[in-house]
């Protein structure tokens, strides 16, 4: 099983979670933020109000909930502390979550039981297929390599501690976009004319 979405799963997700997400609980806010970020799972469960500057429009990852140590703990590698931009509807949606709660954490501890009811209950809603928690950030990564945007930059925007890391975990995907690449590449040179 693919445990990423396509560009077009990927976008009915994310418009079915805008769609529903002034009513929803903050289980499908960390769905949200997950597939428009990249951030790991532990790295969104340590999220705090502090951590959004929403007049830049940006989100700081600094820490990550371990759940063997059931705390707060440094991210996962130097690399793992970054800024991550965040999309303008990201922001309004923020912005509006954060006027109704005042609360500083923005999610807590979930069992991967209910983690994984949650995500099942969430994607078969917006009508796409099964993926694990973790495929949220291959689909991130997935629709941004579809959409053009430089390797490099994601591998920065997801904490990669070097591209190569990104070229292997996504080496898969790298290949579907080299096919199109190669297919834009020939069309090009045929229609050179003399």
Aim: hydrophobic content about 35%.
């Amino acid at each position: 099983m693919q445990n990423y979405l396509d560009a077009q799963e990927f976008e009915r997700l994310q418009d079915y979670l805008y769609s529903i997400i002034e009513n929803a609980d903050r289980f499908h806010l960390l769905v949200l933020i997950a597939i428009e970020t990249g951030a790991r799972y532990g790295e969104l469960l340590a999220l705090t109000r502090s951590d959004f500057d929403l007049i830049k429009q940006e989100v700081t990852i600094t820490k990550s909930y371990s759940s063997g140590a059931k705390m707060v703990t440094k991210p996962k590698n130097k690399s793992s502390i970054r800024i991550i931009p965040i999309s303008s509807r990201l922001t309004k949606t923020m912005v509006t979550y954060f006027d109704k709660s005042n609360e500083l954490n923005l999610f807590y501890y979930w069992s991967n039981q209910t983690v994984q009811n949650n995500l099942r209950r969430i994607l078969r809603s917006a009508s796409v297929h099964q993926i694990r928690f973790h495929g949220l950030r291959h689909s991130h990564v997935s629709y941004l390599l579809h959409n053009g945007v430089d390797i490099d930059y994601i591998s920065k925007r997801v904490g990669h501690s070097n591209i190569g890391i990104t070229l292997s975990v996504y080496s898969h995907m790298l290949k579907e976009k080299e096919q199109t690449q190669r297919e834009l590449a020939l069309n090009i040179l045929d229609n050179i004319r003399e």
